[in-house]
């Protein structure tokens, strides 16, 4: 076994910290790390925090924390923020709301960059999950960069999708938009002590009614906006066994709604256990995950394969030699041939 596996396992702090590194970075025989890990994961209940910037990710995040170590629960959070294109750093801010914890040998906090990834994680952030749950992290916080209509890869790393929205931020723009309704299992209206907290509950309800109509209708008529929810939010096209987002209102920096939120999260938790639909859930969710695996394992053999073949192609694509079309066939075909 990789020595750094078995100290992961042992639950130390520091060598948990230094794998979590080496899977970020993706160096050494990290992926001789992971097949290790992999048979002492699959305990954990993962929860992705998401929402518009500003809407009170981190502090909610906080209060979630402190709810679980109330229970006795050992909590893991992997905090994503953007990087910088000009510069390639990132501030790492999210853990400065999280300082209460530090010293909890119960907690492992972790921050990541994006390194350019879109869709709200970064490249490693479902690996590192992994990691934390062979630590023995009873419940895995993955809070992301921010959330719009094509930024919904948490939904594919978390068990349980937490979207944080507030008053007063456009969230009546953000409500009609169908990546919200797809994306959330619960919602938390932050910041509920604001003036507009009723409308962005009200406009979030009619949302979640007009979202299941729509979907009732494209079961009959295989209608674009049906087709659409029936592949990202399956469970909802299950008459009978559908979960229906709940809507909680919370104010993070007060501590108040926390409870009733995690009643919520913790319902959820007992759907995708306990019924068809979730199960059918939980395992669309592996495939997917199968899939991201096995798309990144393609590029990075491909892009090791063709080697100076790649940067010849992006040249004579550059000086309009040839479309990039037609580029991306011949190494595919180059490709292929090699192997």
């Avoid at 893991?76 to 999280?98: C, E, K, Q």
């Avoid at 906006?225 to 029936?230: K, N, Q, S």
């Avoid at 995708?272 to 995950?289: F, H």
């Amino acid at each position: 076994m990789h020595p750094l596996a078995q100290r992961v396992l042992g639950r130390e702090m520091r060598a948990t910290a230094r794998a979590c590194r080496l899977v970020d970075d993706r160096t050494g025989d990290y992926i001789d790390l992971l097949r290790d890990l992999f048979p002492s994961t699959g305990r954990a209940w993962t929860i992705g925090i998401t929402g518009v910037p500003g809407a009170g990710k981190s502090t909610l995040t906080n209060g979630l924390i402190a709810a679980f170590r109330k229970q006795g629960k050992r909590v893991a959070v992997v905090a994503v923020d953007p990087t910088s294109p000009f510069s390639g750093g990132a501030i790492l801010g999210d853990r400065i709301r999280m300082q209460e914890h530090f010293e909890d040998p119960e907690v492992f906090i972790r921050s990541l960059a994006t390194r350019g990834t879109l869709g709200g994680l970064s490249r490693s952030a479902g690996d590192i999950v992994r990691v934390l749950d062979a630590w023995g992290a009873d419940v895995i916080l993955v809070e992301t960069v921010g959330v719009g209509q094509d930024e919904l890869e948490i939904t594919k790393t978390a068990h349980t999708t937490l979207v944080v929205m507030a008053p007063g931020m456009g969230d009546d723009v953000q409500a009609i938009k169908a990546g919200i309704l797809e994306c959330a299992d619960v919602f938390a209206v932050n910041k509920a002590d604001r003036d507009g907290a009723d409308s962005t509950v009200r406009d979030l309800e009619l949302m979640i009614a007009l979202g299941g109509e729509v979907t009732k209708a494209g079961a009959h008529s295989r209608g674009h906006h049906g087709a659409v929810l029936d592949v990202a939010k399956q469970e909802v096209s299950h008459a009978g066994g559908a979960w229906i987002p709940a809507i909680v209102r919370t104010v993070a920096s007060r501590g108040e709604g926390t409870t009733a939120l995690l009643g919520h999260l913790e319902k959820h938790r007992a759907w995708l256990s306990d019924t068809p639909e979730g199960q059918a859930r939980r395992e669309a969710r592996l495939r997917e995950a199968m899939r991201m695996q096995l798309r990144e394992s393609l590029l990075e053999i491909a892009e090791h394969t063709l080697g100076q073949a790649l940067d010849e192609a992006v040249a004579r694509v550059a000086k309009k030699e040839i479309d990039p079309y037609s580029a991306a066939e011949e190494l595919v075909a180059a490709f292929r041939s090699k192997n």
